[in-house]
């Protein structure tokens, strides 16, 4: 596992090396909407065991390959198989295979806790004692065993989060599709749910979730980025930051946002962004940058502290790449 990773877990990851069996298979995967292609040509597979994490701007085509990997939607061309069954005529063969949470929740506010339960576990077939069984492990997974009887909609938003992740995999799916589940969730609440997504591979659950969060990027086995519809790159963490050529200065500065602002267009800097407090600067030439980026920034009223050459971050890469394949799609 490459990266920072939830306490406790790291140890516990699958082997999801050449010989795993393959969860999801994509070959050339097309979907356009009169004109405009959403998804383009997209291929990849993903091995059982393994978490594989979609990185991209908005509308980068993310949730629209969710939904056509999820049988929610017929792809336009190109093939498809989940759980060994095709994305094109065995959509409903899929959405018995899969859990699938999205960002949205899924969940009804004016149920309980337990209602909410009982609904998916009907819409799963899950009954009798494994139904008993599988809802006091969903309430306590989600904190929420003696809160079962409270209305949904009166819950924080992490144990909401927790609720909806339980309810997706109550029929205990091989295969479980997230599209962007921690979106406005806190720092905490989303630590504790990257626990519970490690206990579920751990168990041998695959896990391909879609995030714009870079600390959640660090936490997947494989990342795909993708950037107007197509997939730019493909790799592990650690192996996506070799990619990265250029020289990164880490600027530190009295006012970042500004920092970053000024920089941007300048002769010399390919791209500048805040990173926490200070600025990372892509540039062409270090010792060149390290002369005038201070007095390029006195220009504009703000200081200059210390200024040094960084590893680059997946943030880093991430702005790089989409940078050289034409920037991200506007509005």
Not at 87 to 97: A, C, D, G, M, W
Not at 118 to 136: E, I
Not at 142 to 169: F, I, S, Y
Request: glycine fraction near 10%; charged fraction near 20%; charge should be negative.
């Amino acid at each position: 596992m490459t990266g920072s990773s939830p306490a406790g877990t790291s140890a516990s990851r699958p082997d999801v090396g050449g010989s795993a069996r393959i969860a999801v298979d994509v070959r050339n995967l097309t979907r356009t909407f009169g004109d405009f292609v959403a998804v383009d040509h997209v291929t990849f597979s993903v091995a059982e065991g393994e978490i594989f994490g979609f990185l991209g701007p908005n509308g980068a085509g993310k949730t629209t390959t969710i939904r056509l990997l999820t049988g929610l939607l017929a792809p336009t061309s190109g093939d498809g198989r989940v759980a060994g069954h095709d994305v094109r005529t065995e959509s409903e063969e899929i959405k018995r295979n899969i859990g699938y949470m999205s960002q949205l929740f899924s969940l009804y506010g004016d149920l309980t806790a337990e209602e909410n339960i009982a609904f998916f576990a009907g819409l799963y077939g899950v009954t009798g004692a494994r139904y008993t069984q599988r809802r006091d492990w969903v309430l306590e997974m989600a904190g929420l065993t003696e809160h079962r009887h409270q209305m949904t909609a009166q819950l924080p938003l992490g144990w909401k989060q927790r609720l909806a992740l339980g309810c997706a995999v109550l029929h205990e799916p091989p295969i479980l599709f997230l599209d962007e589940p921690t979106s406005g969730v806190d720092p905490v609440s989303r630590r504790a749910f990257w626990e519970l997504i490690y206990q579920l591979t751990a168990r041998g659950t695959t896990v391909f979730v879609s995030t714009h969060y870079m600390e959640e990027a660090e936490y997947c086995d494989r990342l795909a980025l993708m950037n107007r519809g197509r997939i730019i790159a493909l790799d592990r963490p650690s192996a996506l930051r070799t990619q990265m050529t250029e020289h990164i200065l880490e600027v530190e500065t009295n006012d970042a946002s500004a920092a970053a602002q000024a920089l941007q267009h300048q002769r010399g800097v390919l791209e500048a962004a805040m990173f926490g407090r200070a600025v990372h600067v892509v540039v062409e030439d270090v010792d060149e940058a390290k002369a005038f980026l201070p007095g390029l920034l006195a220009q504009h009223g703000l200081t200059t502290g210390g200024m040094q050459v960084v590893r680059p971050s997946l943030e880093d890469v991430f702005v790089s790449l989409v940078r050289r394949e034409g920037g991200a799609v506007l509005g």
